[in-house]
């Protein structure tokens, strides 16, 4: 099945730091790609839809300055948690649809685990 | 009222069992319906898409309702690997973005 890379895996920083975590298709080609947060024992809650080349669509009660996403490539996106705090610690998961079949599955990426001190 | 619903559990089942979960959603224009299985600290993995004729994949099976607007998902001779949480993840359109039940916990003892 399709690979969905995402780094880094786990990172540690303190409150008021910005943090970056890239989202790649490996063998795929991927014009959407979402971006999900979970909180312990909670479901997947999405973020924000980032297509390439246009501006992310985000959810409801998400703020977009908050958190930067950019898609600049078929490949590759990045959300970029900026000033940090202690709330923002979750596991962010990005997924990317493959449009080449039908179905528009959609593969997950690993995962980042951020925890601001 | 949620999307997508799901009973939590957590369902504790001895091996061999045969367990059952089930998901209701509100979308009745709602067009793909899978099962994915998320491992503890882990990103969430296709289980199987359901089917309106219903589909099997070894000891699993899935079923759709589309009146009762209703999917299951049946685990026979459940095995202690089976142990994961199951989400119930609906798709309105193919271009729309996937909408996630909040999952069951299933835990598989020996």
């Known amino acids: 099945g399709a690979v969905v890379s995402q780094h880094p895996s786990r990172v540690i920083c303190k409150s008021g730091t910005s943090v970056k975590i890239e989202c790649r298709s490996l063998?795929?080609?991927?014009?959407?790609m979402f971006w999900y947060r979970q909180f312990p024992k909670k479901s997947l809650m999405l973020m924000a839809t980032?297509?390439?080349?246009?501006?992310?669509?985000?959810e409801q009660g998400v703020e977009k300055d908050k958190f930067l996403i950019n898609h600049a490539s078929l490949t590759l996106s990045t959300l970029t948690v900026t000033s940090a705090h202690p709330e923002d610690s979750s596991f962010y998961i990005c997924?990317?649809?493959?449009?080449?079949?039908?179905?528009?599955?959609?593969?997950f990426g690993p995962g980042t685990r951020l925890t601001v001190t | 009222r949620k999307e997508v619903e799901q009973d939590p559990g957590p369902f504790n089942v001895p091996e061999g069992a045969t367990v059952a979960f089930n998901c209701t959603y509100s979308?009745?224009?709602?067009?793909?319906f899978f099962w994915y299985r998320q491992d503890c600290r882990k990103e969430p993995k296709l289980l199987m898409s359901?089917?309106?004729s219903g589909n099997e994949d070894g000891r699993f099976t899935a079923q759709l309702n589309r009146a009762s607007q209703y999917i299951s998902l049946l685990i026979r001779d459940s095995k202690l690997s089976d142990s994961a949480t199951y989400l119930c993840?609906?798709?309105?359109?193919?271009?729309?973005?996937?909408?996630f039940g909040s999952g069951t916990q299933l835990t598989v003892l020996p």
């Open positions: 997924s990317a649809r493959d449009m080449s079949g039908y179905t528009y599955e959609q593969y």
């Open positions: 063998d795929f080609q991927a014009t959407t």
């Open positions: 980032s297509n390439e080349g246009s501006k992310a669509t985000y």
């Open positions: 979308n009745s224009a709602s067009q793909s």
């Open positions: 359901v089917y309106s």
């Open positions: 993840v609906v798709n309105i359109t193919p271009a729309r973005q996937l909408t």
